[in-house]
């Protein structure tokens, strides 16, 4: 395979894991986790990031911990915390919420608590939309 050839399947590689339909990330194949930037309070999230899915990871400058925006069925849409309020783990989608993988709380995509031993629910951002972006109000 020529450098061509390999560069070209490394990205089809890339864009076949980022449109995967659980879990739409910003990250790339190079350079990690690509930062969205946060102005006056506010991360800005192309609403092209959703791709055909109803959740996306995304990161934000300045933010401690990724966020995962979420697309209701009545098409509005909220931010969740990808940090587990017991003893802040690590959380992965799983079908229908989120499981911590350290003592495996679980939420649903409202971050309300499903199962323990998390009590509290999951710290949510309100979304709004300018037309071409979500707007992730975070302070
Ligand atoms: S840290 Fe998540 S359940 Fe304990």
């Avoid at 849409?77 to 989608?93: D, N, S």
């Avoid at 350290?102 to 309100?126: C, I, M, N």
Wanted: with cysteine; proline share 4%.
């Amino acid at each position: 395979m020529d450098r061509r050839g390999f560069l070209r399947s490394s990205c089809q590689a890339c864009a076949a894991i980022a449109l995967a339909p659980a879990l739409v990330s910003m990250e790339s194949c190079a350079s990690g986790s690509k930062m969205l930037a946060v102005e006056n309070g506010m991360l800005t999230v192309p609403m092209d990031t959703m791709g055909n899915g109803n959740t996306a990871i995304v990161s934000g400058q300045g933010l401690a911990n990724k966020l995962m925006i979420v697309k209701r069925a009545d098409g509005t849409y909220t931010a969740l915390e990808l940090l587990c309020p017991h003893k802040q783990g690590p959380l992965k989608e799983v079908t229908g919420g989120l499981e911590c993988d350290w003592h495996h709380s679980r939420f649903d995509l409202e971050g309300k608590v499903l199962g323990g031993p998390a009590k509290q629910d999951l710290k949510t951002y309100p979304v709004g939309s300018d037309g071409k972006n979500l707007l992730v109000k975070v302070v």
